[in-house]
């Protein structure tokens, strides 16, 4: 990759207080590594063997499987304006060879730490802890004879963009999922009114507007 030394020029040999001279610089470009910082909290989800896709930000077209193969122990802190951030490094090995990645790309990855299928999932905006029988509770607002009801649920894993639910919502069930400023006002018991959208088949949800508000019915699907 890199020649630092030509023919007839000195090489220094390396002592205890004096680094020798570098000659080359080798690498096996068909097995590489991609070495990214995984923030404290998601760190205890990350484990060796996850299924991974890397994208390279020159690439952004293109993503490349991998899988982990080393989770840092020893935390990478850095002072960022006036809070401290704490991360850990995390090693990923490339499945796929390609002769456009180089060394020192900048990269970002998703780590898949797990995955279900035919599951009832809601959009994470809808859920909210709110007080329940003086505890507090994962909730949503289901709308039903047209009032919205507080009800608890017990939720599972969750996506950027979607929360699983394990009980509290059956299919069908329509959920009233914000923006936050009305869900943050709504009382249990509160007459609400909507008109449905047209079906939004790519999706597989039946969205449904009024206003600000927004309401979806619960679906199986797979995160």
């Known amino acids: 990759m890199k020649l630092n030394v030509e023919e007839g020029e000195t090489a220094m040999m390396g002592t205890m207080n004096i680094q020798g001279t570098v000659l080359m610089t080798i690498a096996d470009m068909s097995s590489m590594i991609a070495v990214v910082t995984i923030d404290e909290t998601d760190v205890p989800q990350v484990k060796i063997d996850q299924e991974v896709k890397v994208i390279a930000d020159a690439l952004p077209d293109s993503s490349y499987p991998g899988i982990v193969t080393k989770v840092g122990l020893m935390p990478i802190t850095s002072q960022l304006t006036t809070e401290k951030v704490t991360d850990f490094e995390v090693e990923i090995e490339l499945n796929r060879f390609s002769p456009l990645l180089r060394p020192g790309m900048n990269v970002k990855v998703d780590i ?3 995955e279900k299928l035919d599951v ?6 809808a859920s909210g802890k709110r007080k329940i029988d003086d505890e507090m ?3 949503v607002f289901l709308v039903s004879e047209g009032k919205a009801h507080l009800t608890k649920i017990e939720t599972g894993i969750a996506s950027d963009t979607e929360l699983e639910i394990l009980s509290g919502i059956d299919e069908g069930d329509t959920i009233i999922i914000g923006p936050y400023r009305v869900l943050s006002k709504l009382k249990d018991g509160q007459e609400v009114t909507f008109t449905v959208a047209e079906e939004d088949t790519t ?3 039946a969205p449904e507007t009024s206003g600000s508000r927004r309401f979806i019915q619960a679906v199986k699907k797979r995160i």
């Open 137 to 139: 509770s994962e909730t």
């Open 120 to 125: 009832y999932v809601i959009p994470i905006q």
């Open 203 to 205: 999706s597989q949800t």
């Open 112 to 114: 898949i730490t797990d």
